[in-house]
């Protein structure tokens, strides 16, 4: 295996409750068809690492961005036979994933706590701007660190998966 083949990590960028949601119950990403370019760079046996927005659960002040879970792309992103619907907007590309672990509901790594140490936000006054994606490929160093932080907090799927289905809170 080159370095090329080698897989890679992401963050899945989620913004919204309902998608969330959706990504945790059947274990699958999608991808709006504005994002089809980006849904070409995650292959089969990357790893993502579930990024929860501040906006994600409808009070930006109370929830933080956060890391909250680590998972395994299990197929390669492909055209969805019937394209999923959240809010009107169409995600007409997906894949299979294999959750690993989730920390518990409003928990998690507080992602901007890390910035100043992460590679792939070489401005970090600005690094907000570089997560209005779907995802965001992570260089290894960067990917090792936010998962050295998270793994303490992981608990098994099944454990923790019902709390994220609940409504906001």
Known sequence: ??????PATHLLIISDHEPLAWV???QRMAFPASRTRESLTVNKGDEVLLYTTRD??????????????LATLTSEVSTLDRPVLFRE???????????HGL??????????????HLQVFPEPRNW????????????????ALVKRELQPLLKPYKEVVGDYALPCR
């Open 128 to 143: 907000s701007v570089r997560m209005r994606r779907a995802s965001l490929k992570l260089p290894e160093a960067d990917a």
């Open 24 to 26: 945790l119950e059947s």
């Open 56 to 69: 994600c659960f409808g009070n930006p002040t109370r929830d933080p961005g956060r890391v909250v879970g």
């Open 89 to 99: 907007r169409r995600f007409t590309e997906g894949c299979r994933l294999r959750i």
């Open 1 to 6: 295996m080159t370095a090329r083949d080698a």
């Open 103 to 116: 920390a518990p509901f409003r928990e998690g790594v507080v992602l901007r706590d890390l910035v100043d």
